[in-house]
């Protein structure tokens, strides 16, 4: 097995930790040595069964080369920080796919990537590096979700969606064929987006509509 440990011991890095002892239970493929995590009050604690090891300084004291990460972050641009230093300290990427997960041999996965237990995910997709899709998400035909982004539970994107660097879709967000989510923008819990998206807002609502802009 190849040793794998999880950036993040919070609610989503534990979420993962189970992900991947569901995967071991259909064929024995990680040994998780346990989180990597920024707060300090957390070191040498055990969460859920696994040490926190310490921060992202771990891999160079442990030169570990050859020990597999996966960034267990929702916040997109905390993911992109931390994928950074991971990166810095010598750290390899996995991708973790639930094997309950629906999936036809047409998706193109990036490194990094995360798809949690009871997605669908049909053909012709392409998930950018660093992606994260929670429960029950469904990905239609010819979509394209670009690197960081993060869908919260039962996100649908319908066909030819194109969703931007860095977005975060909010739980039970609908969006609708043919559209694009333009990079950086969170889209609320329940929108339902009917329309192009530009970059860098926070859209919410039915049919979801920017109610603010921020930097990039």
Partial sequence: MRPLVIIGAGGFGREVAWLVEDINRERATWELLGFLDDTKELHGRVVNGYPVLGDLSWAERERARGVAAVCAIG????????????????LQFASL????????????????VIVCAGCILTVDIRLGEHVALNPGCGVGHDVFINRYATLFWHVDLAGHVSIGEGCLLGTKATVIQGVTVGVWSTIGAGAVVIRDIPPHCTAVGVPARPIKFHAG
């Fill in 75 to 90: 916040d997109p641009k905390a993911k992109r920080r931390l994928v950074g230093k991971a990166r810095r300290a010598g």
């Fill in 97 to 112: 796919i639930h094997p309950s997960v629906t999936m036809s041999g047409r998706v193109e996965v990036g490194e990094g």
